[in-house]
């Protein structure tokens, strides 16, 4: 076989291998999701990709079958054809004979080397990474053609792989199930792209949080509750709109854990545009005095829109295990978990970064937004506590004081200011890397 021969099966064989390279890559790559979107605007190959991705067998058998034999006939013939021609020209230069054997098989073997590392396995690969949905769809119906013919070589191959999975006990299918650590990468991949917003990122981040928050991290807590006695009168009604305008108030009976219902400042104001007289005793109260939702204190942000979806109803009071109030929560409240800052509130914010780096965070704030604000992965006794007030409790035992603080993981989490017991104002201050003692 003449150079050029030689040089164009060669070129020939390159082809070959990059063409298995390819299809190997972008099969392997290819988004079941991506192919499925093309699927459905009327691709047909796509459905082809789909289906040799839930069973890959014989595709995978098929490259390697053609990749093997192309590097052994490369070898074959590259060594036949070029280290001649470089021999003769080592032996010009005045290279002993031996020598220029010997250094004509290995320049031939590096060269080959190189075409087929090249353009059979880098170029190929980098190409299909960039559109492996996109190349798949193209060289799935030619390797369906070698399948076809190389049957009989396939089977014998994939049926030893399929005993040596058996042997192994390792899964023969590919799992394409997709989970939120999935989605959650796929978004952040996406906001590092560009193709999201920093906050649309946060917003799928906090879908999934509904199901390990529980409804005490949203909660309006007991302390802050506005509430109706049934006994009072108009005048004690409309002074309590005015200082505190809400747009449901709970009504309970001598005190807050005997409740009795929830009124709509909206029943209230066209009471007050008509003229007609407001009391929450019956049988005035008719019309005014709404049955309440009450749910248990453990239940999860997920499950608490179930509750009202299921009930109806936009707001609830929240109870523990002795059936005593702990707080209230309204739609809007888990809306504002799930929208994070694009929703802010109108009051001040909970947690505010200072010049100096450290945070002021109120203690009622769910732990999750403390440890999402200042970049902390975990904290000691998850599930132990909802806020960053039953943190400090936890790690303390006992009710903090003012000036009481915690060290935990490079922060130092220290009270500020303490209400009656509740923990109003914490500073969190990232510590100082400890230097090193002098050798």
């Known amino acids: 076989m003449g150079l ?16 298995f390279s390819i299809a190997e890559i972008s099969m392997a790559a290819a988004r079941r999701l991506r192919l499925r979107q093309m699927a459905d605007e009327g691709e047909p190959r796509a459905q082809r990709v789909i289906e040799v991705q839930e069973q890959p067998g014989n595709y995978f058998t098929v490259v390697q079958i053609g990749l093997n034999a192309v590097a052994i006939l490369g070898g074959i013939v590259g060594e036949g054809a070029l280290t001649p021609y470089i021999v003769q ?16 098989l290995v ?17 190929p690969k980098r190409l299909g990474m960039i559109q492996p949905e996109q190349v798949a769809i193209r060289v799935v119906r030619p390797m369906q053609w070698w399948a076809a013919l190389l049957k009989p070589v396939v089977w014998v191959f994939n049926s030893l792989a399929n005993a040596l999975f058996t042997l192994f006990g390792l899964p023969a299918k590919r799992d394409d199930r997709i989970t939120h650590d999935d ?10 792209a560009g193709l999201l917003l920093e906050q649309e990122q946060q917003v799928i981040a906090n879908v999934f949080e509904l199901d390990v928050r529980t ?22 009604i409309r002074t309590r709109i005015a200082a505190e305008p809400h747009s449901t108030y709970l009504v309970c009976d001598e005190h807050i854990d005997q409740v009795v219902g929830y009124v709509d400042a909206a029943d209230l104001f066209q009471r007050v545009l008509t003229n007609e007289p407001i009391s929450l005793q019956p049988p005035a109260s008719e019309g005014l005095l709404q049955k309440v939702l009450i749910v248990p204190d453990r239940i999860t942000l997920s499950e608490m829109l179930t509750q009202f979806r299921q009930a109806h109803e936009d707001f609830a009071v929240i109870v523990n295990e002795y059936s005593l109030v702990v707080g209230v929560i309204t739609l809007n409240d888990v809306m504002s978990t799930v929208m994070g800052s694009l929703v802010g509130p109108h009051d001040e914010e909970q947690i505010v970064r200072r010049d100096d780096g450290s945070w002021l965070i109120d203690g009622v704030t769910p732990i999750v937004d403390v440890m999402r604000a200042i970049g902390l992965e975990e904290l000691p006794h998850t599930g132990q506590y909802d806020t960053l007030a039953g943190f400090l409790m936890v790690m303390l035992r006992r009710i903090p004081r003012r000036t009481d603080s915690v060290t935990w993981d490079g922060y130092k989490f220290e009270v500020m200011d303490v209400d009656s017991y509740r923990i109003d104002q914490v500073m969190v201050t990232r510590l100082a890397a400890i230097a090193p003692p002098p050798a």
Do not use: K, P
């Not at 020209?89 to 004509?104: E, H, K, N, R």
């Not at 320049?107 to 170029?123: K, N, R």
């Not at 989605?183 to 590092?192: D, M």
């Not at 409804?215 to 004690?236: H, P």
């Open 4 to 19: 050029t021969a030689s040089l164009f099966f060669i070129a020939l064989l390159i082809g070959a291998s990059a063409f």
């Open 89 to 104: 020209m080592l032996l010009w230069t005045d290279i002993a004979d031996g020598t220029a054997q010997s250094l004509g």
């Open 107 to 123: 320049l031939s073997f590096l060269v080959i080397t190189s075409l087929f590392i090249l353009f059979a396995d880098l170029f």
């Open 183 to 192: 989605i959650l990468a796929l978004a952040e991949a996406g906001a590092q």
């Open 215 to 236: 409804v005490e991290s949203a909660m309006t807590s007991r302390e802050r509750i506005v509430y109706f006695l049934l006994d009072d009168d108009e005048e004690q």
